[in-house]
């Protein structure tokens, strides 16, 4: 618990931030009747995820500490593949197909 309480700011930042974007596209998408955009908001939502458990703090440099800032366990690059999925093929489904 001790570890979800450091850099509690940036965390809370970053879940709201992918919050905001995801349901503004999930919302998007439900009341235009699409899929693309439905799917690229659980991306964004499964990203506010990742973005909690692993912050980026904007006012330190990754480089001074490079081998803190690239680590990241697990389950959080299974979600980050995830949401990458979600929102690359969320946009093929609405840029390309207009789904």
């Known amino acids: 618990m001790q570890s979800l309480l450091q ?3 940036w965390r809370v930042l970053w879940l709201a931030f992918g919050a905001g974007v995801g349901l503004y596209f999930v919302s998007d998408g439900i ?6 955009p439905t799917v690229i908001g659980a991306g964004f939502l499964v990203f ?9 703090r904007l006012n330190v440099s990754p ?3 490079f ?7 697990r389950p959080l690059q299974l979600l980050s593949a995830v949401a990458i ?9 609405t840029y ?3 789904l």
Not at 85 to 93: D, E, Y
Request: charged content about 0%; aromatic content about 16%.
């Open 63 to 65: 480089i001074r500490n």
């Open 67 to 73: 081998q803190a800032a690239v680590q990241m366990s």
């Open 48 to 56: 506010g995820v990742v973005w909690f458990f692993q912050p980026t």
């Open 85 to 93: 999925t979600f929102v690359i093929g969320g946009a093929l489904l």
């Open 96 to 98: 390309a197909f207009h």
């Open 7 to 9: 850099h509690w700011p």
């Open 31 to 36: 009341a235009s009747n699409l899929v693309g």
